[in-house]
Structures are given as structure tokens and as C-alpha cells.
């Protein structure tokens, strides 16, 4: 394997060979069965809290399109949920899949949906970087939302309306004044569980928050983050048609809900 990604010589099936983690005891995604989710009343409301002149730029990295945050100090946070202190937002990207019936990284009762939204926030209160972070077992927060097909979104549109300009691997263009609060559903009732960055390398450090209540994406939006190349500028261009890793062993874990 020169590289991972999402084909099938470079896959999820793959990422064990170089990332022996990927058969690890808290590894993400998973299918949350919601039968068997458990009510904690210790759990409390999300306190998301963004300042938009904390986005920077939007890019394509070859396995996803994400914005990127300026997280020097602690401007965009979110706090509360199942979260001791506040944690840094540092980026925001997507997963889909080759057609608008999958996508998703996480499924519900076996459902999965169009794609799916990663707010990225690190634990700075704790750490001193994101790297850091990253290898911590509290050291990220990951606030997942659902994609359902249904109508165009027109806060998405902000990002779908760039994507052209960044159609190939390693593009970025400056990108401000976009507070990411405006994709979240109306209802922040979310589950939670401890799991793992969904990538390699896969490191399990991330506490998993996923919304219970989707936002709608249409056909034509879907179709526009397929159109991303994952492939750099002179190279034989092959489409991001999918990125999504699918669910993992759940292997004992307790999924709460609020
Ligand atoms: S996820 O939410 O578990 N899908 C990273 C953060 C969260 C997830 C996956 C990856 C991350 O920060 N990875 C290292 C930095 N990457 C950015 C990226 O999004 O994935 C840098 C890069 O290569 O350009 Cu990969
Ligand atoms: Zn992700």
C-alpha cells in the first residue's frame, strides 16, 4: 500500500497492514444501536461557541475538503455534553459516498445516510497542540452530523458554491467569516461514545459526539463533493467519489444519550 485512501488496493479493508490500530478496542466508526444506548442525566446540553473571523481557508487534502480554523488561542469552542472544560475548534470536513443512499461514517440501527459532518475541536485546556492532542485518550471532540437527502441546504452552499476553485488535491483558498453553528440541526440531543479518528492513523483519542437530528443536503450538493479530485495538479485526475470508513466492533462500549 503506497498510500491510503478509499480504493480498493488503499482502503479501510487495507489500513491494518500499516495501521495495526485499525483492529483496536475503541476504534470509530460505529452502527449506534439506539435499543441499547443508555439515558445519562449526568449528561449536559452542547455549548457550541464560534467566532466566524476564526475560519481561514478551505481545501482539498486529497481524502476529504475541510476549513481550517486559526485555533492559537481559544476563540471557537465547544463546551458542556459529555466534555470536562472547553475544547478548541481546529477544523471542519465531510464524508459522502458514490451514490446519495451511503455516505455516512456512523449508521443508526443499521441506517446509513448521504454523508456526514465532522466538527474537529482538541482539548487545549489539557495540551498544548493538536498533535498532541491527538494522542491523548481525551485529548479531540468530534461533533458528527448527519447528511439526509432532502432539500439544498443553503448554508451549505457556502462551502459547495468553493469546491470548484479547489477541485484538485492540495488547493486551498482564503475562507472567513463562516461560523459552523449554522450547519447544526435545530436540536442538539446528541449520543456519545469514546472512540477514534476515522483516518489513518487512527489514533483513539476522540470523544464522539453524533446529533440525533440530521440536516438536509440535495442530490446536486452531493454530486459536488464527488466532483474533488484525489488526485494532485499534473497527475492522472481520479475523482473523491466516496470517504467514508465503515462502522467498526463495538467491543464492549457504552453508547449515552442525553
Ligand atoms: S475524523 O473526524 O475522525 N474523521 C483528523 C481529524 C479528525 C478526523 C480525521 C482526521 C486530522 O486532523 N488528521 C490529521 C490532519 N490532516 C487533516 C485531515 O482532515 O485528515 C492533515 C492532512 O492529511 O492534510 Cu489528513
Ligand atoms: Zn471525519
Not at 135 to 153: I, M, S, T, Y
Request: charged share 25%; proline share 7%; with cysteine.
Amino acid at each position: 500500500m503506497l498510500h491510503w485512501g478509499y480504493e480498493e488496493d488503499n482502503g479501510p479493508s487495507r489500513w491494518k497492514e500499516i495501521f495495526p490500530i485499525a483492529n483496536g478496542d475503541r476504534q470509530s466508526p460505529i452502527d449506534i444501536q439506539t435499543q441499547q444506548t443508555k439515558y445519562d442525566p449526568a449528561l449536559r446540553p452542547l455549548y457550541p461557541n464560534y467566532d466566524p473571523t476564526s475560519a481561514k481557508v478551505i481545501l482539498n487534502n486529497g481524502h476529504s475538503t475541510s476549513v481550517e480554523f486559526d485555533d492559537t488561542e481559544n476563540k471557537s469552542v465547544l463546551r458542556g455534553g459529555p466534555l470536562t472544560g472547553s475544547y478548541r475548534l481546529r477544523q471542519v470536513h465531510f464524508h459522502w459516498g458514490p451514490s446519495d443512499d451511503l455516505g455516512s461514517e456512523h449508521a443508526v440501527d443499521g441506517t446509513k445516510f448521504a454523508g456526514e459532518l465532522h466538527v474537529v475541536h482538541w482539548n487545549a485546556d489539557k495540551y498544548s497542540t493538536f498533535v498532541e492532542a491527538a494522542r491523548q485518550p481525551d485529548g479531540l471532540a468530534v461533533l458528527a452530523v448527519f447528511l439526509k437527502l432532502g432539500e439544498c441546504n443553503s448554508q451549505l452552499k457556502t462551502i459547495t458554491d468553493h469546491l470548484d476553485t479547489i477541485k484538485v488535491k492540495g488547493k486551498q483558498r482564503r475562507f472567513t467569516n463562516f461560523d459552523p453553528s449554522c450547519l447544526l440541526p435545530h436540536s442538539l440531543d446528541y449520543w456519545t461514545y469514546l472512540g477514534s479518528l476515522t483516518v489513518p492513523p487512527l489514533l483513539e483519542s476522540v470523544i464522539w459526539i453524533v446529533l440525533r437530528e440530521p440536516i438536509n443536503v440535495c442530490s446536486e450538493q452531493l454530486a459536488k463533493f464527488r466532483n474533488l479530485l484525489c488526485t494532485g495538479e499534473g497527475e492522472a485526475a481520479f475523482c473523491l467519489l466516496k470517504n467514508f470508513r465503515p462502522p467498526q466492533p463495538l467491543r464492549g462500549r457504552e453508547v449515552r444519550r442525553n
